[in-house]
């Protein structure tokens, strides 16, 4: 008798979420573990955003800063230079610049920012905010009004700052990011409060912090494969939205994205380390369960891009 | 079924207050309530106790046993208050119960004491690195206990195993694994092996609207898998025991003609047996 591969079925399915408006771009809406199309469905391949910010990227290791050397002064080159040199398909702008303890940029600079990088662009947009719970609810709150019916992704709020981030977001027809610290049940829990203000649960993206390779990745990693099975095997609707990895941030700040060859010889050429640092922290949230990662090295993004080709065929 | 007061314990502000400045008032009246709700023995927890817990053990065992006609549960880490005690404990309500013991050889002398003073002991399923992963490990800790009271020679009669329950708003997993763990140790040893657990503790960091469901709820269906003795607040547990019948029904997929109640009971039940993934607003859900 032929062999024949026993297949799981699931009952719940993840949400499927179209971001952009001149340029659409489509993800999550599968019905199986991450890649596992033999099972059932995977609409879509997950997307990867190239990461820009509001001000120069002053704190960004030297291998991924200088690949944004000649656009990184202005928001608006950078983001064309990631749409059309390197063919972005959709573009994350941190507002990195409005924090207190950086720039202090104002709501204001900061939706002069996202007008002027939305009129400039044709791929979608995810405006997040500089991690500051009680500033990104004044920034998000603006940049939410300026970018009204572009059909953005808003992020991040969180457990001190949802209600008028979500509030925002409900309003101007945006995607809204959920962010908890890595716990899956406070996780839900955000999601519910979320959803209890009225925002459909087709529109929001889980956030469950994300960490890099040698960081803890494993704890993002377990959580975010519990969400998943929550989502497919027990079908809890309020866990079905896709799952974001905020890579590049996490990543361009370990020590192995950093260290000179001079430093440690014996980790090898910095460059290469950092990018397959990337990569492989980026693969690892893909095979958990991401559908949407923000990266920052093109080379890196390339890499995944040809691991997530082979994973779809 | 045994239910063993939870109330006085150093955690509560009140209890702290009055065992520092030594008022026995409020000792006393909390410990009548129990005994009046129901609670067959009197824990009392006075914490790690390192400064002065000889004598506090011994004025709240005295206290206690002044108004109430019930053994109590010596609930401290120190075995010289632990002692202290015993020594004064009136027996003629009943025997002590030393809580605990564990595989942790520091516990170990927590059984010297259960045999010297003829007394019971709970045996706490934990070690000395870290939680059990599951009913498995936890019943692996309860066999080494069980030969370590043998070797000390307290009667297997007079050890109450006690399986760790967990917070269930951050180790879900664990309420089912307990429940696993207190039909195993029923099994280890022929008369069964007696169980307890420190019931309130899955409930711990919940919001409070939830905690007696989930205490409740969690009781009876430990009951169910065999339980012979629960730490908790007497008064909640009356209530469980008058929920029970319908809660067994709605647990066998029964209806109980209140739709309300009953989905609170399933849902809670869901979140027991790892159905639905917890979180604080899951009756709303």
Redesign the interface.
Known sequence: MAFVAPKESYSGKVSEVTIGTDKTISFGGENVLPFQSFEGTVPHRPVIAYEIQDVPPGDWPETVKSVYEAVSSDPVSWAKFCEDKLNAKAIALRLIGTHPDRENRSAEDAKRVVRDVLSAIKVPLIILGSNHVEKDSEVLVAVAEAAKDKNCIIGKAQEGNYKTITAAAMAHNHKLIAMSEL????S??LN??IT?MGFPKERLITDPMCSALGYGIEYTYSVME?IRL?ALT?N????QPPMLGDVGTYVWKVKETQASENELPHWGSLKERSITWEAVTAAAMLIAGAELLIMRHPEAVQVVERFVDELMQ | MLIIGEKLSIIAKRVREAMLKKDKAPIQEIATHQWKAGAGMIDANIGPAEDGGEALMEWMVTTIQEVVPLPVCLDTTNYKAIEAGLKVHNNQWGRPLINSTSNDPERFPMLELAAKYNCLVIGLTVGKGGLPADAGERAAIAAEIMARAMEYGVPLEDLYLDPLVLQIATSQDHALKVIEAVKIFKEMNDPPMKTVVGLSNISNGCPKQLRPIINKYYFLMLLDAGLDAAIADPKEMAEAMEERPFFQKVLSGGNIGDPQKELIMKKTIDIIMGRTLYAHSYLEM
């Open positions: 716990d899956i049940n406070l839900k829990q519910i409060l209890q519990r929550a027990q809890d609707a309020v866990m």
